[in-house]
């Protein structure tokens, strides 16, 4: 079964702290794709990152960066001297890599919603 | 390019009613996906359109159902209803045609069943 678990529910930090928001996932397949999404209090979801099973390569883009293990099957986002306007609520999903049919759907986890106080 | 949208924004119906929601998808974008929000549930996918078909479904009721059309722009509709069905309802579009495709979204409608 595909699963994918955020284990911190709610995280509460000081502006320019960094912070790492953590995604465990389940999966037997060996291709996969793992996507970041933020949600803002606007409510729009907003695509950060997708990552397939093949590259696990880190990346970073500006304050944001994600690290990508399979050997503990987590893909683990970390943001860097957050900002106010990182205030949202955080989703990690999986997709399945082969298969038709329901085999397509995004598999998301619970959310970490992240408060950045000033 | 315009992002997804979707109207309602916001919508206020009482039990037994039905309603629907439209969602017109990124220009190109042939797939469709429809999920509800609620805070203890999180997302959960409802169904995926692609080219006029539903490819996918998720485990609701019968009485949600969806349709696209040729434009690729999509309606949900739910018929009856519930208390319960109070929730976001997202709207998502991609190109459809390869699996790696991400997902965007639109801002939401949000429905209170009075």
């Known amino acids: 079964a595909q699963k994918v678990t955020q284990a911190q529910t709610e995280i509460s930090v000081v502006e320019k702290e960094d912070v790492t928001l953590d995604c465990v996932y389940e999966?037997?397949?060996?291709?996969?794709?793992l996507f970041w999404y933020k949600q803002p209090p606007s409510g729009e979801l907003v695509f950060l990152i997708r990552?397939?099973?093949?590259d696990e390569q880190n990346e970073i883009s500006g304050r944001y960066s994600w690290n990508f293990q399979k050997s503990t099957s987590s893909f683990n986002f970390t943001i860097t001297a957050s900002q106010v306007v990182d205030s949202a609520v955080y989703f990690c999903?999986?997709?399945?890599?082969?298969?038709?049919?329901?085999?397509?759907?995004?598999?998301w986890g619970l959310g970490t919603s992240l408060a950045v106080n000033p | 390019k315009a992002g997804v949208t979707q109207t309602p924004r916001y919508l206020i119906k009482t039990r037994g009613q039905q309603v629907t929601l439209s969602c017109s998808p990124i220009?190109?974008?042939?797939?469709v996906s429809w999920y509800q929000q609620t805070p203890g549930q999180g997302l959960q996918f409802l169904f995926e359109y692609f080219s006029e078909t539903q490819r996918n479904k998720g485990n609701f009721p019968g009485r949600f159902s969806g349709r696209q059309f040729s434009n690729s722009r999509s309606e949900m509709n739910v018929s009856t209803l519930e208390l319960g069905d109070s929730a976001l309802y997202l709207c998502?579009?991609?190109?459809?045609?390869?699996?790696?495709?991400?997902?965007?979204f639109g801002p939401g409608t949000r429905l209170t069943v009075l």
């Open positions: 999966t037997r397949d060996t291709t996969y794709y």
């Open positions: 998502a579009s991609s190109l459809g045609d390869r699996r790696a495709n991400e997902q965007f």
């Open positions: 990552r397939n099973s093949f």
């Open positions: 999903a999986l997709k399945r890599g082969l298969g038709g049919g329901n085999n397509r759907k995004l598999i």
């Open positions: 220009s190109g974008h042939r797939s």
